[in-house]
């Protein structure tokens, strides 16, 4: 699949364009044979897979875990790469052109201060992204401004303007309120993001409230989690209800 593919499902008709966030191969799999279009990795439910904290997935192996998630499926992959891991432009193109992705999110956090990157080097680094890639990535630049508490919509309209600049495709002010989503459309002159979050509006009400493509970050691997522990629950009572083996009599045969 090419990112000229998941790049026209972000502009219709079927909008507003829902990616699930496989963590793994399978669970990949299971999304692609519901019928999903294109998939969107999440970094923080890959890195839960594989035993890290968020943000703590060694690179080598978070390429790893989206080449498998690519190979698995025949639908557009996009990959969460946080910052960029500390990579250049051509590092970073390369290895997720190794990987098979058509598309990446990179967020404007410094994730050694833990603080908002100044906006004008984020759009320096996304326009490097850019020109490495030419047409061959689907960018969604994520804004970090209400992740920081920053709740100035100015100044993440401000960023998203700056990163449509550079040659983002799409943009994604993470936990923006669903009302501002139409709004911030409009003043960047790009498709938002919305991300799907617990007693939060569902995906069709997203899209009505102007996002164009949804996500879901770890929300979907930590569903799944969670159903497994009430599955691991489950079958613990029942051993624990079992008849103790020294009641069961002798042995025959």
């Known amino acids: 699949m090419t990112a000229a593919t998941l790049r026209a499902l972000h502009h219709g008709p079927d909008l507003p364009l829902v990616l699930p966030g496989p963590w793994d191969a399978a669970s990949a799999k299971v999304f ?71 598309g990446c999110n990179l967020e ?33 630049a994520r804004i970090d401004t209400y992740l920081h508490g920053v709740g100035d919509r100015d100044e993440t309209i401000r960023r998203g303007r700056l990163y449509a600049a550079a040659g983002a495709d799409c943009v994604y002010p993470i936990l923006a309120p669903p009302p501002h989503l139409a709004g911030l459309s409009t003043a960047v002159g790009l498709p938002v993001n919305a991300v799907v979050v617990p007693d939060g509006p ?37 051993l624990e209800g079992e008849v103790p083996t020294a009641d069961r009599g002798p042995k025959t045969g």
């Open 32 to 102: 692609a044979d519901a019928g999903f279009t294109a998939l969107a990795t999440p970094s923080a439910g890959v890195a839960a897979s594989l035993g890290y904290e968020d943000g703590a997935t060694p690179p080598d192996e978070m390429f790893a875990a989206v080449t498998r998630i690519v190979r698995a499926v025949d639908i557009p992959v996009s990959a969460d790469v946080e910052a960029g891991y500390g990579l250049s432009a051509k590092e970073l193109v390369g290895r997720l052109t190794d990987a098979g992705a058509v």
């Open 108 to 140: 404007d956090t410094d994730h050694t201060t833990g603080t908002l990157r100044d906006a004008h080097q984020q759009a320096d680094w996304l326009a490097q992204v850019r020109a490495e890639a030419g047409d061959a990535l689907v960018i969604n």
């Open 202 to 238: 569902s995906p069709r009400e997203l899209g009505a409230l102007g996002a164009s493509r949804i996500t879901f970050g770890p929300g979907l691997q930590q569903q799944a989690m969670a159903a497994l522990a009430g599955m691991a629950e489950r079958l613990r009572a029942e």
